[in-house]
């Protein structure tokens, strides 16, 4: 099922059946021209800031437009770019090395940066199910805060009936929303789930208050002819056909001073290993097996849900008022914007239709966050960038031009970015793009601390922990 990409003049769009895709990896160098300065009357400091970048994209099957060319669609899932500048640390620090953190207890002594990255911003908006008579917020942080890392299509795609006559089922365009559940663990005495938790996870308490319920994220769409109108987790077929991912409300270890109680849920590797699919380049997914890498959700926590017993405590009452067995809702993903590849010609007479793909253009479009550490500067900021003449994908000795101009101020200093360029394009392994993206993250947990004494900004201050996922 794996298929790679085969560079060259000609069938680099490879065939994609109507439900597969592909995964591809990337990594360049973004310039931006910046300047900044500490107050209105001073005098602007300039500088072309190099910062790595890491992508991670999904390619859709290619077909021909109405111009008779070839063209594809590609969703940036996840860019992630990180890039140190003398010029913000002089801006923000006075010192071209950073600041001075200093500790004689620990023994640390060294220069922090400021570090300028990028992010992809995601739009997802939670809601509960009418009639639930809850807040979301009340259990949930932030909705800015959920991130759901490996997303793809194919985690939004559901199997629907066939067509009249057709007993095969189809797997259908994929959804902008994901479900939610919350369900108390002696609902589900008689249902074998341990595998889904761990042997460490004691599910079952005295009392319905000391238990720690589960966090259950699906993809059953309501009233699906045949299916019901309710995911159970105690069915294996709900399980099979519509489970993304399951936890309990255990805290994530914090990184970064003030930051959010986080958790996680994902699916345990026990018993999907064999549908588990891993190449070093590029590779096809499709409705046949599970994607290589399970969901993974990220969400903050309430702030006054300080251990699951608090997050017991509240579900169970509002299970008893409402005299029902689980809470439930939806989450919403803002559909991303989508980025183009269109051939300049069409196919050559007698040739397939694949035979012109190259030259291209390509037009990438998404939407961004841009941060210096911990403080975000631009939020859902739209941007836009072109490459002509593209001759294999990644686009190689092509320079992308983009547009992200910026004019921003944090922390008292005022900051602006002029149009970029995108260069030394390549496709990279999975892991080389995880260990960029989660440095980083990294950086985005580091305090900017403008002012402040240095002992307290050492106390709020973790070195990189690679083994850490931030």
């Known amino acids: ?213 589960l966090l259950i994220f699906h993809k059953k769409t309501p009233g699906i002819p045949g299916e019901g109108d309710a995911f159970d987790i105690s069915n294996p077929r709900d399980r099979a056909r519509y489970l993304l991912a399951v936890s309990t409300f255990d805290p994530l270890p914090q990184r970064g001073a003030g930051a959010q109680p986080m958790s996680r849920a994902t699916l345990p590797g026990r018993g999907f290993n064999a549908n588990l699919v891993q190449q070093p380049g590029n590779s096809v997914l499709s409705a046949l097996h599970r994607y290589r890498l399970p969901l993974d959700v990220r969400f903050g926590l309430n702030s006054n849900m300080r251990s699951p017993a608090d997050v017991g405590e509240y579900v169970g009452k509002r299970l008893a008022d409402g005299k029902r067995s689980t809470l439930s809702g939806w989450l919403k993903l803002v559909d991303p914007s989508k980025s183009k590849g269109t051939a300049e010609q069409g196919p050559q007479i007698g040739e397939p239709v694949d035979s012109a793909d190259f030259p291209a253009d390509i037009t990438y479009a998404i939407n961004y966050d841009v941060w210096v550490n911990d403080q975000k500067i631009v939020d859902d900021q739209a941007g836009i960038a072109e490459a002509r003449g593209a001759l294999e994908i990644p686009p190689r000795d092509v320079k992308v031009a983009f547009e992200k101009p910026t004019i921003s101020a944090v922390a008292g200093r005022y900051l602006e970015f002029r149009p970029g360029s995108c260069t030394g394009m390549m496709e990279i392994a999975q892991r080389e793009f995880e260990d960029g993206a989660n440095f980083a993250r990294y950086w985005r947990t580091v305090p900017l601390d403008l002012g402040a004494p240095a002992a307290p900004a050492v106390a709020s201050f973790d070195d990189y922990d690679p083994s850490f996922h931030y």
């Open 1 to 213: 099922m794996t298929r790679p990409i085969i560079s060259g003049p000609y069938r680099t769009f490879r065939a994609l059946k109507e439900d597969e895709t592909f995964i591809e990896y990337e990594g360049s160098t973004i310039t931006i021209p910046m300047r900044g300065r500490q107050s209105p009357d001073s005098d602007w400091m300039e500088e072309e800031v190099k910062l790595r970048a890491f992508m991670r994209l999904e390619v859709f099957p290619a077909y021909i437009n109405q111009l008779g060319t070839r063209e594809f669609q590609f969703i940036i899932r996840d860019w992630e770019l990180y890039g140190k500048s003398e010029m913000l640390n002089r801006l923000y620090y006075g010192d071209p090395r950073g600041r001075l953190l200093e500790n004689g207890e620990r023994g640390f002594a060294d220069y922090v940066p400021a570090v300028l990255t990028f992010n992809v911003s995601h739009n997802y908006y939670m809601g509960a199910d009418a009639g639930h008579d809850i807040d979301v917020k009340d259990i949930f942080g932030d909705p800015r805060s959920i991130e759901l890392r490996n997303l793809t299509s194919h985690h939004l795609r559901t199997w629907a009936p066939g067509s009249a006559g057709r007993e095969a089922a189809q797997y259908g365009q994929p959804h902008n929303t994901l479900y939610w559940q919350i369900v108390m663990p002696n609902a589900l005495r008689g249902a074998d789930l341990q595998y889904l938790l761990g042997s460490n996870y004691a599910p079952f308490a005295e009392r319905e208050g000391d238990a720690n319920p």
